[in-house]
């Protein structure tokens, strides 16, 4: 029986790391369930053994995965092909050769090999938890069990077009300050390294009481121009600091609920978490994914731990006989008002997936105005940020000139 290393999460956001054996993910998510815990990623101990020995030689994972648009390719195909009566080996056969991404296709060619071998697509799906998620393979077991395979893989490739569209809108709105940002960094440092270290030799020469902002100013330049390989250090030893600590709850924690304050960002922050919510939790019983699985599910892809916490507690109350919408009440600051109601009328009539769906499409509008917005918003703030840090370059360089020029009257 192989053996798991996994990570988990409680209903009150505690983290729990180990190795298990089990049968296959989805036996090892229900151990879990029994300790009370919700499973977030597995991996086979021997290949995250691998991977940990390969790291030191081998490009970041970034540049090896796959990405939305491919799988969203790869599902609305294998529908298409499934559709048309195609065998499922075939289909997967064909679709592996098309895909020009190697992991993707190596992953397609191994599915298809146990597929063949009798292996339901669900399980052999489950291999990759990296390259398909949960939600993707729970809904396929759902098409699997009710015969609905082809329905489950429209509604799962409508589910990803959307949330793909979704990070686009979000993405799309930060390219702008980011270019920005760089922009003005890049001009700084060049500044401090080439500008700077002229004046100062100057200011040496002339023997000048430079004030304290201006010894800074100077104090960097120098600082840069000369032992620029340790600032380099310090800058990416910074990131790897801060990637370490939203590892952590708390720091995952505490990043999401400063987000949350912030004026411009709360607002998107709460319409895209809720956006993400509905249409997950809309796909999965649309796909016939019973209400606590598509509960723990729906958890599991929300990334705000605040987002996620009510989720959370909500399977354990509805698991008891409790309604979703009564579990969500006590956090209507997070939970739109209407994302409550509507599924209280989505439980009273049951139509709650239908509900969901045209709530998700909604927010999903509302998050495209938002962003769309936003450019709008933080234009000024920049211009603010752009004229107080040229302000003080210029304030510092320039008062030793003026000091000098007075000494000389």
């Known amino acids: 029986m192989p053996r798991y290393f996994y990570t988990a999460r409680s209903i009150t956001g505690e983290l729990k790391s180990g190795n298990l054996e089990a ?74 050769d098309q895909t020009r991404n190697k992991r993707l296709k190596k992953a397609l060619e191994d599915i298809r090999e146990k597929v063949t071998k009798g292996e339901s697509l669900s399980q052999s799906f489950s291999y990759y938890p990296d390259i398909f998620s949960e939600i993707f393979r729970n809904m396929i077991i759902a098409g699997e069990e009710s015969g609905t395979l082809e329905n489950s893989l429209k509604v799962l490739t409508e589910q990803m077009e959307r949330e793909q ?10 390219v702008y300050p980011a270019v920005i940002i760089c922009a003005m960094v890049g001009i700084g440092i060049l500044m401090l390294i080439i500008v700077v270290p002229k004046l100062s030799e100057t200011f040496s020469e002339l023997n000048v009481e430079l ?19 340790f600032a380099l250090l ?38 895209s978490n809720s956006a993400r919510m509905v249409r997950t939790l809309s796909s999965l019983i649309l796909a016939g994914v019973p209400i606590i699985k598509a509960l723990e599910i729906t958890a599991k892809v929300i990334s705000n731990t605040y987002f996620q916490k009510p989720v959370l507690e909500a399977v354990e109350k509805v698991r008891k006989g409790g309604k979703l919408f009564e579990a969500l009440k006590p956090y209507q600051n997070l939970y739109f008002p209407l994302v409550i109601q ?60 003026y000091s000098m020029m007075g000494a000389i009257k």
């Not at 801060?242 to 607002?267: E, N, W």
């Not at 769906?357 to 709008?376: M, N, P, Q, R």
């Open 23 to 96: 049968k296959d993910i989805h036996e090892l998510a229900q151990i879990l369930r029994q300790q009370g815990y919700f499973l977030i990623s597995a991996d086979l101990e021997e290949s995250k053994k691998r991977k940990m020995f390969k790291n030191f030689f081998t490009f970041p994972t970034i540049f090896k995965r796959v990405s939305l648009k491919e799988k969203i390719f790869f599902t609305r195909n294998l529908r298409v092909m499934i559709n048309a009566g195609l065998p499922l080996p075939r289909s997967l056969k064909t679709l592996a």
């Open 165 to 174: 569209k979704l990070k686009s809108e979000i993405l799309g709105a930060m």
């Open 211 to 229: 004030p304290f902002t201006t010894k800074m100013v100077i104090f960097l330049g120098n600082f840069l121009a000369q032992k620029w390989y």
């Open 234 to 271: 310090i800058i990416v030893g910074f990131i790897f600091f801060f990637r370490q600590i939203l590892k952590t709850k708390l720091g995952k924690k505490t990043l999401d609920g400063l987000l949350l304050k912030v004026p411009v960002f709360s607002g998107l922050i709460r319409k």
């Open 342 to 401: 509507m599924i209280e009328i989505g439980e009273e009539t049951g139509e709650t997936a239908d509900i969901l769906g045209k709530l998700a499409d909604f927010y999903e509008e509302e998050v495209a105005i938002a962003t769309k917005s936003l450019s709008s918003i933080i234009e000024p703030l920049l211009m603010i940020l752009i004229g107080g840090a040229v302000g003080f370059f210029a304030i510092s360089l320039i008062q030793p000139i």
